[in-house]
């Protein structure tokens, strides 16, 4: 099985992309052949500033490992540095129709909120398809935000191969952890770099509780009995805290005699100590980063070869 999956370095990555993917992405690497990078090509769509690419690259890259992405498992690496992903991506655009592109939810949220689309923006999902059919990949890990576009690939892949051949590209299957798929955000819609609304992965500590204390709740009073089902605080607990923490944190709401702030503290501390380890990790990675450059590269060593052999086979098949 080949698993593959990739992240935009446009910021620090949140609890949304860390449970949504990153984690998911970790766990798998130890059940097939894994392939993660890190999306510089599409960054390009929001990102103008050369030096603040580069920098979000080596955050993003780091903090990838920091939570455990195992360089000895997963071929990790950035996707500029295949380089051959941009000719497939043409490719593709050439059987793709204009209006499944129009369709794309993220490019009718981007352009409804007012920002105008450059060509790049509006083909997003043409290179990302060339980002997994490049590597004959079997599943992608990824949100429920990016479902469409993997549809978007299947049918890319399927037109493709009505047109050039049976099984010239392999049709892919997401991977989307229900429990994770859609993280909220800290006012409730999906949490997102560009709703501002998100809880960044290696948050300082106090910034970290300022927003947690933030969260927004109803106004039932201390002693009351509440809601666990309708409450953000239980639903970032889940995915931090065991089973029978939670089992236990829900039955206190539903008995009452503690107010919000009570919970909001205890998923402070769950959170901090959930990625304790990672801090620690990151802080010595980020000590050397001759090792970053060193894995990315070996990482694109690896990815670049298979990439080629698919474009043989393509460009072939294309009459090129
Ligand atoms: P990106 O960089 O926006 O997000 C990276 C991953 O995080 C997931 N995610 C979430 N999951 C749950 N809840 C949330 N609130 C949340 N927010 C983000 C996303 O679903 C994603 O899996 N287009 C992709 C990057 C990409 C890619 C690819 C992914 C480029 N090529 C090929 C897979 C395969 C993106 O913008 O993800």
Not at 44 to 50: E, F, G, Q, R
Not at 204 to 224: A, N
């Amino acid at each position: 099985m080949r698993i593959l999956s990739g992240i935009q370095p446009t910021g620090r990555p949140h609890l949304g992309n860390y449970f949504g993917m990153m984690q998911p992405a970790i766990g798998l690497q130890h059940e097939g052949e894994a392939f993660y990078f890190i999306a510089d090509y599409h960054a390009l769509t929001t990102i103008h500033d050369p030096v603040v690419l580069r920098d979000h690259c080596r955050e993003l890259a780091l903090d990838f490992l920091a939570c455990g992405l195992d360089p000895a498992r997963a071929t990790f690496f950035r996707q500029s540095h295949v380089p051959e992903v941009t000719e497939l991506a043409w490719l593709l655009s050439c059987v793709t129709p204009v209006p499944m592109l129009e369709n794309a939810h993220s490019f009718k949220d981007k352009t409804a909120r007012g920002f105008v689309p450059s060509t790049g923006l509006f083909t997003y999902p043409v290179l990302m398809a060339a980002d997994i059919l490049i590597y004959d990949s079997d599943v992608v890990p990824v949100g429920q935000d990016q479902k469409q576009h993997l549809e978007m690939t299947r049918d890319i892949a399927a037109k493709f191969n009505a047109r050039y051949g049976q099984d010239l590209l392999k049709l892919p299957k997401p991977m989307i952890r229900e429990a994770s798929a859609a993280v909220p955000g800290l006012d409730g819609q999906k949490m997102s770099k560009s709703y501002n609304n998100t809880v960044p992965l290696f948050e300082e500590e106090k910034p970290l509780r300022k927003k947690i204390m933030g969260l927004k709740t109803d106004s039932v009073g201390v002693d009351e009995p509440k809601d666990p089902d309708a409450s953000s605080i239980v639903q970032f607990y889940k995915l931090v805290a065991s089973e029978t923490e939670v089992a236990a944190m829900e039955a206190s709401f539903r008995a009452g005699g503690y107010g919000y702030g009570h919970y909001k503290q205890q998923l402070f501390d769950a959170l901090w100590e959930h990625f304790r380890p990672a801090r620690e990790r990151r802080t010595a990675l980020a000590a050397d980063p001759a090792y970053l450059d060193s894995i990315l590269a070996e990482g694109a060593a690896k990815a670049r070869p298979l990439a080629q052999s698919v474009m043989q086979r393509v460009r072939a098949a294309c009459g090129l």
